[in-house]
C-alpha cells in the first residue's frame, strides 16, 4: 500500500505551490518530508530484517549463502522504496520549476540520507532483533530501543543535511559544494559490496544470539 499511497501523497504536497515556481522554501519544505518517510521505510524495511522469520531463521545460518548476501537481500525492498520517493521528489521538483542542477543535488543529498540511515538501520537489527507475530501487527516492527537509538541520529542527519541544502541553495559556489557531496557518495558506491560484507560479518559474530531471540 505505501508504494502505492506515497507517490501520491508526495506530489499532493507540491499542490499548493503550482505556478509559483522555484521557491527556497517550497524546496526545504519538500526535503524534509521526503526525509521524513525515507527515516520511516528505513526503519520499517531495514530495522529489524528478521522480524517474521521465526523458528525458520536457523536456514539462514546452514544454506551455502554468504551472510552479506543475506544483507544485500533484505535491502531489496527498502532499495525499491527509495527509488520511488527519489522518483516522485523528481516529478514534484519538476512541477516546482527547480533548476536542473539543483534537482541533480537536491536527488543526490537525499540519496545520501537513505544510505546513511541504512547503514544505521542493518546494525541496529542484528544487534537488537525482535520477533514480531503475525497477529500482533498492530504493534512496532521494531524493538523500542532501535527506535529510540535511530531517532536521535535521524534527527541529526536531517539538521545537518536541511542545512546543507539550504547552503547549497544559496551559494555563489554551487559546483564546489555539488563536487565535495560526490566525493561524499563515491566511498558509498565503491566499496558496496565490502559494506555488505562487514555488515555480514557482524551479523555472523551475533548469529547465535539472532537464533535464539526467534526460538
Do not use: W
Amino acid at each position: 500500500m505505501i508504494g502505492v499511497f506515497l507517490p501520491i501523497v508526495i506530489v499532493i504536497s507540491a499542490k499548493n505551490n503550482l505556478g509559483k515556481g522555484q521557491s527556497f522554501n517550497n524546496i526545504i519544505d519538500q526535503f524534509s518530508f521526503s526525509i521524513l518517510f525515507i527515516s520511516l521505510i528505513v526503519l520499517n524495511f531495514a530495522g529489524n530484517i528478521f522480524a517474521f522469520e521465526g523458528k525458520a531463521i536457523i536456514n539462514y545460518f546452514f544454506r551455502p549463502i554468504s551472510n552479506g548476501s543475506i544483507i544485500k537481500s533484505k535491502a531489496f525492498i527498502p532499495n525499491l522504496y527509495a527509488a520511488i520517493i527519489l522518483s516522485a521528489n523528481l516529478i514534484v521538483l519538476l512541477i516546482l520549476h527547480t533548476e536542473i542542477s539543483d534537482i541533480i543535488f537536491y536527488e543526490l543529498i537525499l540519496f545520501l540520507s537513505y544510505l546513511l540511515s541504512l547503514l544505521l538501520a542493518f546494525p541496529l537489527s542484528i544487534y537488537f532483533p525482535k520477533e514480531v507475530n503475525f497477529n500482533a501487527m498492530n504493534g512496532f516492527l521494531t524493538s523500542l530501543i532501535s527506535l529510540f537509538i535511530f531517532l536521535i541520529p535521524s534527527f541529526i542527519l536531517l539538521f545537518v543535511l536541511q542545512t546543507a541544502l539550504a547552503f547549497y541553495l544559496h551559494s555563489d559556489s554551487k559546483l564546489l559544494i555539488f563536487s565535495i557531496l560526490c566525493l561524499i557518495l563515491t566511498p558509498f558506491l565503491y566499496y558496496k559490496e565490502k559494506i555488505y560484507l562487514q555488515i555480514g560479518c557482524l551479523l555472523s559474530k551475533r548469529k547465535e544470539k539472532t537464533i535464539m531471540v526467534f526460538k
